[in-house]
């Protein structure tokens, strides 16, 4: 990719805010527009509206002329790791935003183009009073922004079958902090802060089958794309280490201010079915499988230091599935009301579980309504997220207090989307 891709997908990942401790389920992001999620994501049968291009880009065949949409989720994540035998570990309270863009054109008479903006990970995990707390030697802050530029085009094969194909550009940015320990001449806390992001490609396929009125059947896939990162190492005195002044040039010394690590985005399989039992109600069902054992290691070279070193940090993940839900009904000509359920697993072992990804299996509540008129429509949606407590009494990682539990994980989720039909 050149420059100028990287620079501007860099710049879409700025749009994002830096969050609390994020409920998510691993690292994945799923809402991807207000209607999805009102319907808690159970679109892979469905394609009403420009943002079937993520969801299922074979649903393009049902949008005639052009058509575009953007919206916006607003997160407000929270939750705590507490400890039997330490203080702290209280999540801080921020607002996470998570844009996203589509558009959609009819090219004749069997075939669709569609582009879409969006992101699929994330990740925002910070503490407060984070330079001494209990588990500082394992993180203090981790963040992933990511954006995805997909465009796609839909043939409509038969009357009742469309199948997409789809190129997926992906940049993704990290942001590491922990603290680490120098002895010998100058002792104390130095903080580690690794930053960088790169760019990978990946493809996706998806088909739709709708055999009667009534009846709709949707499949889509997305590869993995393995993102190569390079960045940049920087080292700063802490507490006792800034008394002794040179802590932090003894350890980059060491360490070197360059590394190289490489983040997954896991492939992902979506099976939907829609059911309209009357003319104006429409229950969808959606199976979605992410392949988090991708992430078996997080592997972080530092390159330059006069030793080059590398660590491995086993992660061991987990395949799991998304379990959804959603109900749709026409109240009006020009309002539908919507709600959703889901039921999202967690891919992480809990033998390697840490700070950075403290989170378990969520439960999202989902309620939300679609206003459409002429060539506009806004689509509203309200979302409560709640989080599995998690116990680390079986952690092996460094850092990891095993009195330890992440609790009271909760997000509010507000969504909003605006379209137009041309």
Same mark, same amino acid.
């Given at each position: ?27 994945? &992001? ?25 969801? @299922? ?19 407000? #994540? ?5 400890? *039997? ?8 309270? @921020? ?25 699929? /990970?994330?990740?925002? /995990?910070? %503490?407060?009073?984070?330079? *001494? ?21 839909? &043939? ?32 104390? *806390? ?34 993995? &794309? ?50 309209? #039992? &009357? ?9 979605? $499988? ?19 070193? /590398? ?17 749709? %009904? ?16 967690? #891919? ?11 989170? @378990?299996? $969520? ?27 998690? *116990? ?14 992440? /609790? ?8 909003? @989307? ?5």
């Amino acid at each position: 990719m050149n420059n100028q891709w990287k620079t501007w997908l860099a710049m879409m990942c700025f749009v994002l805010c830096m969050p609390g401790i994020a409920g998510a389920a691993g690292y994945g &992001i799923y809402e991807w527009g207000a209607r999805g999620q009102a319907l808690g994501g159970s679109m892979a049968a469905r394609g009403e509206d420009p943002s079937t291009v993520v969801y @299922n880009p074979a649903g393009m065949t049902q949008l005639p002329g052009t058509q575009v949409s953007a919206g916006i989720t607003i997160v407000r #994540p929270s939750a705590s790791v507490l400890s *039997d035998t330490y203080d702290g570990g209280e999540g801080v309270d @921020n607002t996470w935003l998570i844009p996203n863009t589509y558009f959609t054109t009819q090219l004749g008479e069997r075939y669709w183009l569609g582009v879409a903006l969006y992101s699929r /990970t994330g990740l925002g /995990t910070e %503490y407060r009073s984070n330079e *001494d707390w209990y588990g500082r030697y394992n993180s203090m802050y981790a963040g992933i922004k990511q954006v995805s530029l997909n465009p796609n085009i839909a &043939i409509k094969l038969t009357d009742s079958l469309s199948m997409a194909v789809g190129l997926e550009i992906a940049y993704i940015e990290v942001n590491l902090q922990k603290m680490v320990t120098v002895t010998g001449d100058s002792t104390g *806390d130095v903080k580690q802060k690794l930053t960088g992001g790169d760019a990978g490609y990946g493809f996706n396929l998806a088909v739709q089958y709708k055999p009667l009125d009534w009846l709709s059947l949707g499949a889509s896939y997305r590869n993995e &794309i393995d993102v190569s990162m390079e960045g940049k190492a920087d080292f700063s005195n802490i507490g006792t280490a800034a008394i002794g002044g040179n802590a932090a040039q003894v350890i980059s010394q060491q360490y070197g201010d360059t590394f190289k690590a490489t983040e997954p985005l896991p492939a992902m399989l979506s099976l939907g079915v829609m059911i309209k #039992p &009357i003319d104006k109600l429409s229950i969808s069902f959606d199976l979605l $499988r992410t392949y988090w054992s991708a992430y078996d290691e997080l592997k972080i070279e530092m390159t330059d230091a006069v030793t080059p070193t /590398t660590s491995i940090t086993e992660k061991n993940w987990k395949d799991v599935n998304r379990y959804s839900v959603g109900i749709e %009904y026409a109240l009006r000509d020009w309002v539908d009301l919507r709600a959703g359920y889901t039921y999202d697993e967690s #891919p992480i072992d809990p033998d390697h579980a840490e700070y950075q990804i403290p989170s @378990n299996d $969520r439960q999202i509540y989902s309620v939300g309504t679609g206003f459409h008129w002429d060539s506009w429509t806004i689509d509203l949606a309200y979302s409560y997220l709640t989080v599995k407590d998690r *116990d680390f009494s079986s952690s092996e990682e460094t850092g990891v207090d095993t009195t330890s539990t992440f /609790t009271d994980g909760k997000s509010h989720l507000f969504a909003m @989307n605006v379209g137009y039909k041309f």
